[in-house]
Each structure stands twice: as C-alpha cells, then as structure tokens.
C-alpha cells in the first residue's frame, strides 16, 4: 500500500472539460510534487511545493493549474488539455530538509479525447 | 543543466546470471537514488546513496557511488523473473524541494 493516495486512479475527459486530480499524504512531509509520466520514459517534474509554496514551476502551460490547500494535499487542476496531455499524472511527497526519497503516489491515468 | 544518462536502455538476462546498470551524470551532487517501476505502477525507491564510495544492499541488488566520477552503478547478482522491471536512477539538486532529474531508465527483462 502506498502512503502517497492519489484519486482518481484514471481520468477520461475531453478538452473543454475542466477537471481536478487531488492528493493527499499524512507522512508529514512538507515538500510536495507532481510529475507527468509518458509510457516508456521517466516521470518529468511539472511543480514543486515547499512548506505549501510553490518553490518550481517547470513552465508548464496554463492549462494545468496547481494547488496546495494544506500540508497534506495537493490537487492539480486541468482545463482546456490537448491530446497530448494524455499520460500517467504521478504526485509524490518528501520531508523537508531531508535526502530522503521522495514517495510516489500510484498516479492518475489521464486520457484526453 | 543536469544531465543523467542510463545504460543499458534495454537488457535481456537469463536467471541466475549477473550484470550492471550504469548512472552517469554532469554536474556535482551527493544525492543518488534507484528506483523501481513495475509497468502501470508507482515507483518504488530501492537505494539512498549520499556520499562517496556509499554501497547499499538489498536481496540481489547492490548500488554504489562514485561521486568524483559522477557515476553510481546498480549491480544485480543471479537475476531471478521477479526482478523484471523498469529501474531509474535520480540525482538530486540543491533547490528549493528536492528537484530530481531521472535517468531514462532501463527495461530489465529476466528469461527463465
């Protein structure tokens, strides 16, 4: 079982929908993450949040909005995608200061029709 | 920029047989890590390594750092099928949160 809950587990939607992926971890940990992940090639980092701040943003298009409501979750919300948005959206958590590795959640299957 | 380069891409082993995956990158970091993919899964973290000459060891996995060369290998002593899976390497940045740039990964398929 992953301590790193991601919902939903997939998604199908089209691109005028608007729509959210949320996560959530009671680990404590204070660093926050989300990762785009295409079939066959690493997890591409989208944001970083520290302590509930947005530390990175890897110039991702607007159309993918994040947001940190508390120290135990994060949500990503999509409006306006385009087909090639379509990929496995990983969200993870590490503590902070720390070189302790990050923990990922299952993800969310994203298809964009 | 921090570039990390895996290799093999792909391998092919038979059980009971051994090899390495090599992690190579760019610029200077004391923070490497090794983690599992199973297909349509999460990733899993196997190994932490933060110094010079760091080894680590779990079941038939053994990671080690070598951070003068910028290199960490992943070594697998007589494969078995469970270890079937797709293995990244990350190296860590000093920035806000802890980027981590990943390696493309490795394809590991072990043949009866």
């Known amino acids: 079982d992953t301590e790193v809950t991601q919902t939903p587990k997939h998604l199908v939607m089209g691109m005028t929908n608007k729509k959210s992926l949320k996560c959530e971890q009671h680990?404590?940990?204070?660093?926050m993450y989300w990762y785009k992940q295409k079939a066959k090639k690493p997890p591409e980092l989208m944001f970083v949040?520290?302590?509930?701040?947005?530390?990175i943003n890897e110039s991702v298009p607007s159309r993918f909005s994040p947001e940190c409501p508390n120290s135990s979750l994060l949500n990503l919300h999509l409006h306006a995608l385009q087909p090639e948005d379509s990929a496995l959206y990983l969200c993870?958590?590490?503590?902070?200061?720390?070189?302790?590795?990050?923990?990922f959640g299952d993800g969310t299957r994203l298809s964009i029709l | 920029e921090l570039k990390v380069e895996q290799n093999p891409l792909f391998l092919s082993m038979q059980e009971e047989k051994n090899y390495t995956i090599y992690c190579n990158y760019s610029?200077?970091?004391?923070?490497l890590y090794w983690y599992r993919q199973d297909p349509g899964k999460s990733l899993e973290s196997l190994f932490v390594?933060?110094?010079?000459?760091a080894v680590k060891q779990e079941g038939r996995l053994m990671a080690s750092l070598d951070t003068k060369a910028r290199l960490s290998t992943l070594h697998i002593t007589a494969a078995v099928h469970d270890l079937s899976a797709t293995y990244f390497c990350?190296?860590?940045?000093?920035?806000?949160?802890?980027?981590?740039?990943f390696g493309e990964g490795t394809q590991l398929t072990v043949n009866p």
């Open positions: 610029t200077t970091s004391d923070r």
């Open positions: 949040y520290s302590y509930e701040k947005l530390s």
């Open positions: 990350a190296v860590g940045e000093e920035t806000s949160g802890s980027r981590l740039t």
């Open positions: 680990m404590g940990h204070r660093a």
């Open positions: 993870a958590s590490s503590p902070l200061p720390s070189n302790q590795p990050q923990h």
């Open positions: 390594l933060l110094s010079n000459g």
